[in-house]
Every structure is written in C-alpha cells, then in structure tokens.
C-alpha cells in the first residue's frame, strides 16, 4: 500500500479512535441521520447510473404515461415505483437528479458564506476599533431584513437583468442571492470568538516575537475558532437548501430546465387536490429528511464539540 493509500485510512482510523468518533458510535440518532444523509447523497452524486431513468431527456418521455400511480397503487404491473408526474417523467429519477441540484446549490452557498463570513468576523474581531465598528453594523442590518426576502429580491432582479442568461449564470445568481444573509451569522460567530482569543497568552507570545498580524490571525486564531463554525455549517446547509427550495417553489430558483425538489413541490402542487398526491408529496418527504437528517448531525456535532458536555 502507497503513502498516499496509508495517509486516508490513518486519518479514519484516528477519527474513528477519537473523542468525537466515540461520540458518534454511541449516539444512535446521529448514526442514523449519518446514514439517511449517506443515502441522499450517494443517489445525487451518482444518479446518472442508479436512477431508472433520465426524467430531464425529452427524447424518453411519453405523455400516455404521464400521472401514473406508484407502483403499490396501480392495477397490474407498473415500471414506476413513485409513479410519474404530467410530463410522464419517473417521480424516482426526478428526486435524484433533483436532490442533486438542492445539494450543489446548498453546499456552494455554504462555502461562500463560511469564506465570506468567518474572513470579515476574524478581521473585525482582531483589529477591532472602527473596522469592527463598521461591520457589526452592516451585520445588524442586513439581519433587519428576512433572508427569504432578500433572496428573493437579489434572484429576482438577476433573473430580470438577464432574461436570457444560460443555466450557469442562473445558478451563480441564486447561490449569492442565498448567500447575501448567509454570512452574517458566520461572522458574528467568528468575531466573538476571536475577540476572546486575542487576550490569550498564545496570542500576546506571537505579538511580542514579532509575528506578523495577518501570520497570527491563520496560524494561531483561526483554528481556535473554527469548532462553531463547523456547527453553524452544519446546520446552515439545511437551511440553505430549504430557502433553495422556497425560491424555486417560487418561480425564482434554479431555470426550469432543471429543476430542483422545489420545482417538483411547485409542479406536484397544481396536482395535488386532484387525487394525484405523490407528484409533490414524495418531493416534500425527501425535502424533509434530507433538512432533518443534516439538523440532526449538526446538533449531535455541537455536544460533541462542546467540552462541558462530555
């Protein structure tokens, strides 16, 4: 085995060793939230080869089999397990390649945010003084505004800038516009902290052997804050994937060309009070596990992070 092989296993087997792995091997729920998320995330990644069927290729859909019954409610035998929608598209591949989308969307508007926000609350809690000023109060005022709404109005007016802008486009604009509020609590969060970091012996040791600020503020602060903000992480990626989910339940989401659990909720719904209920209520039970599944593994991280509760 190769030093590159070793290298994966050792970090797992540490990880599996350690306190928080502990923690993790004796907490059932955050096992199986671990596994309902591993599932989730497993058919998104590879649903080109899992799913039945490419529901977004034109080419395969046929209108007589558009609003079938799942497969347990249809008379005979049926090739569709969660039945289809009124294009005639498999409900099942449309949930994974749907969940896919959320996911990317989710995830990359999280990064943003946590770059965005862990970069600004570090700098205003270790220079503080009129920068710390400054962005506390930008802070405070992009919280005076709902994040729905914001999103909302930056997706729209981006739609409305381009009208006919290509998929990519629409996707960068919906992921700022998720990201805009995002960073807020990242930053409160990390400058918090920071300002209690500062005052501590480490910090004053590398001040005084004439470390540089910026030296200090990656190497010696920024690991020691970065506990919570993995839990605000954690947590954010349901939130972001549910305000991902409003938007294109919305109409301003991700292009319709491919749509997202959102989309689907929005389509099922015009169908709903019409007896073909599994259009937009199995795209609202995965929209439900995949947010608790991640709410969960995220409140299991903190009291694994937090030292009082071990």
Known sequence: MSVHQRQPLNFLSRWFHSDVGYSFRQSKTAMAAAGIAFVFVFCA???????????????????????????????????????????????????????????????????????VGVSLGLLAGFRGGWLDAFLMRLCDVMLSFPAILVALLIAGVGRAMFPAADDSLAFGVLIISISLTGWVQYARTVRGTTLVERNKEYVQAARVTGVAPLRIMLRHVLPNVLGPVMVLATIQVATAIITEATLSFLGVGVPPTSPSLGTLIRIGNDFLFSGEWWITIFPGVTLVLIALSVNLLGDWLRDALNPRLR
Request: no cysteine.
């Open 45 to 115: 990644l590879f649903a080109k080869w899992v799913s039945p069927y490419n529901p977004f290729d034109a080419a395969t859909l046929d209108l007589i089999d558009a609003r079938l019954p799942p497969a347990w409610m249809a008379e005979g035998s049926t090739k569709y397990l969660l039945g289809t929608d009124d294009q005639g598209r498999d409900i099942l591949s449309a949930l994974m390649y749907g969940t896919r989308i959320s996911l990317v969307v989710g995830f990359a508007s999280v990064i943003l945010s946590l770059l």
